[in-house]
């Protein structure tokens, strides 16, 4: 999946483009927001394309597009001119993955790209509707033959099986049921200008086509998680290396200080992150980025961490706004990395207590049919796995941001699961693998 | 009008404005056949449209297989449709409009319409809307169904947007049988 940032379109060629790669070509491209983005489209035609750019990194790659009868005006290698064309539009792409180093197979264009590919996608129509170029024969991915996540080369090195274990060394782990120490407490002082700033740069052009699903904070794919299964859990040893403990982590300390600071204004600040716990609409206000905050979450807490005293309600100004849970969901998610927080027994029956928003937080492989199995049937997490034919990393994950947000509910060792629910007859679960296949 | 049993089908209710013609726009594969018409009565100071008789919609599986989405009017004056629509369908989506003056409340009324068909069958709650107004939070919905005895997926949905609604129906599926594999 490659994902491109729009900055600067004009809501009609923005709308437009989302369009061609989200539906036509969902599975290879995804509209996200400036850090997460791989290859950036500008307008620079537009007054405000020079500023969209001024939070780009080096890695990405900018694709810029006006009106120019130069092919590569000035400093602008990667040139698109308009109007464009959906081939002229795949090119580029295609140039610019090369550029980022992205893989991507080679096959025959599907019916519909070539039928597609001569389209003016924003010019008037006109009768003419062939190119010139017709005649060449593209290259397209197709669908089927796409490389799987897993094979991303921006991949979060966190997912890297090769990687030493993260576990929290003694002095971060809190046994299951105690609370962490005490954070140190800082006095009141307003949210940094600089990092306000920094966010909003970070976040300029977010919300090319201003959607509420964007504006709720819409997840763009499935959080890849590494399938891992091997070993027995009833080893203490091999248990370790499938456990983490939130309260080393960014999430076990987020939810500690909401609960500590519940109905109040909490603030809590890091080296250089500030969250802002607001009661009034449960919600926390972010200095940064997702993508930045979920640097946090690979690796225990160090020092540096304090809750602020007396917090006063900061400028929102440039602040991303976040529900408290998807905020609990995501860090869980993130630093569980397919463990298991130390806080959940693994082999106690746990039934759940009410299903997450799972619109707005971090999508994880199986999240669906794993929060549908505990609503209905109480089970032991490490039988969930088993049950649904899925890696047990993917289960722990789930379960794991599940804890975050207190929806578990533990039945003790001596609980009994309960059976599955009796499958529909054959006919229907034919008729459901097929729609959710469809619907995926 | 009958409705042959062996239909598979979706449906969507909801409060007038919730955002049902949508969503099943949204999702349908071909252009929805929708029964709207001017709005009238009340419902014309919050859409210019509203749906008189049934919004319609198809997701296709093969050459013939499909799944029929339903949307029922939201007035109450055609509830007599809510018994025609429910017989033989998959489960059900309540769309609730966040914005609307008690949600909440509106919800347990669709909830109550259909309570025999939940009894049966899963039900899933989509609040709309949540942008223009956040309150009430998710959290009152899930404490008022909990209240209810129900433990059922609600999420905060743009029914504009695909992947909300396609996540809304693969849950409402995984209720049906959470050990289904997509196909």
């Known amino acids: 999946m490659v994902h491109v940032w729009l900055g600067g379109l004009d809501d009609?060629?923005?709308?437009?483009?989302?369009?061609?790669?989200?539906?036509?070509h969902s599975d290879h491209f995804a509209v996200t927001g400036l850090d997460e983005a791989e290859v950036l489209m500008v307008d620079l035609d537009r007054p405000d394309a020079a500023a969209s750019l001024g939070a780009a990194r080096d890695e990405q790659v900018v694709l810029g597009v006006g009106f120019s009868d130069d092919p590569a005006p000035g400093e602008w290698r990667r040139y698109l001119q308009k109007p464009l064309t959906g081939e002229s539009l795949m090119a580029a792409l295609d140039d610019a993955l090369t550029l980022v180093g992205t893989r991507r197979p080679v096959v025959?264009?599907?019916?519909?790209?070539?039928?597609?590919?001569?389209?003016?996608?924003?010019?008037?129509?006109?009768?003419?509707?062939?190119?010139?170029?017709?005649?060449?024969?593209?290259?397209?991915?197709?669908?089927?033959?796409?490389?799987?996540?897993?094979?991303?080369?921006?991949?979060?090195?966190?997912w890297d099986a090769e990687r030493p274990s993260r576990q929290a060394p003694a002095a971060f782990a809190t046994p299951a049921g105690r609370p962490s120490p005490a954070l140190p407490v800082a006095p009141a002082v307003p949210v940094g200008r600089s990092s306000v700033r920094r966010l909003a740069e970070e976040s300029a052009g977010h919300h090319t086509t201003g959607t509420a699903a964007e504006a709720l904070g819409r997840r763009t794919e499935v959080e890849p998680v590494e399938a891992r299964d091997g070993g027995d859990l009833r080893d203490p040893g091999v248990l370790a290396s499938y456990t983490y403990s939130p309260a080393a982590h960014l999430d076990g300390l987020v939810r500690k200080v909401a609960a500590q600071h519940?109905?109040?204004?909490?603030?809590?600040?890091?080296?250089?992150?500030?969250?802002?716990?607001?009661?009034?609409?449960?919600?926390?206000?972010?200095?940064?980025?997702?993508?930045?905050?979920?640097?946090?979450?690979?690796?225990?807490?160090?020092?540096?961490?304090?809750?602020?005293?007396?917090?006063?309600?900061?400028?929102?100004?440039?602040?991303?706004?976040?529900?408290?849970?998807?905020?609990?969901?995501?860090?869980?998610?993130?630093?569980?990395?397919?463990?298991?927080?130390?806080?959940?027994?693994?082999?106690?029956?746990?039934?759940?207590?009410?299903?997450?928003?799972?619109?707005?937080?971090?999508?994880?492989?199986?999240?669906?049919?794993?929060?549908?199995?505990?609503?209905?049937?109480?089970?032991?997490?490490?039988?969930?796995?088993?049950?649904?034919?899925?890696?047990?990393?993917?289960?722990?994950?789930?379960?794991?941001?599940?804890?975050?947000?207190?929806?578990?509910?533990?039945?003790?060792?001596?609980?009994?699961?309960?059976?599955?629910?009796?499958?529909?007859?054959?006919?229907?679960?034919?008729?459901?693998?097929?729609?959710?296949?469809?619907?995926? | 009008m009958t409705m042959a049993v062996d239909h598979y089908k979706v449906l969507f209710t909801g409060p007038v404005g919730a955002g049902k013609t949508t969503a099943i726009r949204t999702i349908s594969d071909s252009l929805p056949m929708m029964t709207d018409v001017a709005a009238t009565d009340a419902t014309k100071d919050?859409?210019?449209?509203?749906?008189?008789?049934?919004?319609?919609?198809?997701?296709?599986?093969?050459?013939?297989?499909?799944?029929?989405?339903?949307?029922?009017?939201?007035?109450?004056?055609?509830?007599?449709?809510?018994?025609?629509?429910?017989?033989?369908?998959?489960?059900?989506?309540?769309?609730?409009?966040?914005?609307?003056?008690?949600?909440?409340?509106?919800?347990?009324?669709?909830?109550?319409?259909?309570?025999?068909?939940?009894?049966?069958?899963?039900?899933?709650?989509?609040?709309?809307?949540?942008?223009?107004?956040?309150?009430?939070?998710?959290?009152?919905?899930?404490?008022?169904?909990?209240?209810?005895?129900?433990?059922?997926?609600?999420?905060?949905?743009?029914?504009?947007?695909?992947?909300?609604?396609?996540l809304l129906l693969q849950s409402l599926l995984y209720c049906l049988d959470p050990q289904a594999e997509p196909a």
């Open chain 1, 12 to 24: 009609t060629t923005a709308r437009s483009v989302r369009v061609f790669l989200e539906v036509r």
């Open chain 1, 262 to 440: 519940h109905g109040t204004l909490w603030e809590l600040r890091g080296p250089t992150v500030t969250l802002v716990g607001d009661p009034l609409d449960d919600t926390v206000l972010a200095s940064v980025s997702a993508t930045r905050l979920r640097q946090y979450c690979g690796s225990p807490l160090g020092d540096g961490w304090q809750v602020v005293a007396r917090p006063r309600r900061p400028d929102t100004t440039g602040l991303r706004r976040v529900q408290r849970e998807v905020l609990l969901w995501d860090t869980a998610v993130w630093s569980s990395a397919g463990r298991l927080a130390d806080t959940v027994d693994p082999f106690a029956v746990t039934g759940l207590r009410a299903w997450p928003d799972m619109t707005r937080g971090v999508l994880t492989p199986s999240a669906l049919p794993i929060v549908a199995l505990l609503a209905a049937c109480p089970q032991r997490p490490v039988d969930v796995a088993e049950k649904l034919g899925i890696s047990r990393t993917h289960v722990f994950v789930v379960v794991s941001a599940l804890e975050a947000l207190g929806l578990l509910e533990p039945l003790g060792a001596a609980g009994v699961a309960t059976e599955v629910p009796v499958p529909p007859r054959a006919e229907t679960r034919g008729l459901l693998r097929r729609l959710l296949g469809r619907l995926r």
């Open chain 2, 46 to 166: 919050r859409k210019s449209h509203t749906t008189v008789a049934m919004d319609f919609g198809v997701i296709k599986l093969g050459r013939s297989e499909v799944v029929h989405l339903y949307g029922t009017p939201g007035q109450e004056r055609f509830d007599f449709m809510w018994e025609i629509l429910r017989e033989g369908a998959l489960g059900l989506v309540v769309l609730v409009d966040n914005a609307l003056p008690d949600p909440v409340a509106d919800l347990h009324h669709f909830l109550d319409a259909y309570q025999s068909f939940i009894d049966t069958a899963p039900v899933v709650v989509g609040i709309t809307r949540t942008d223009v107004r956040p309150d009430p939070p998710r959290s009152a919905y899930v404490s008022s169904l909990a209240a209810r005895g129900l433990c059922c997926p609600v999420f905060t949905v743009d029914a504009r947007d695909h992947a909300d609604v396609s």
């Open chain 1, 108 to 158: 025959e264009p599907s019916r519909l790209d070539r039928g597609h590919r001569a389209r003016d996608l924003f010019a008037p129509p006109r009768p003419q509707a062939e190119s010139p170029s017709t005649g060449e024969r593209r290259s397209y991915p197709a669908p089927r033959t796409y490389e799987a996540p897993q094979a991303r080369t921006r991949e979060a090195p966190r």
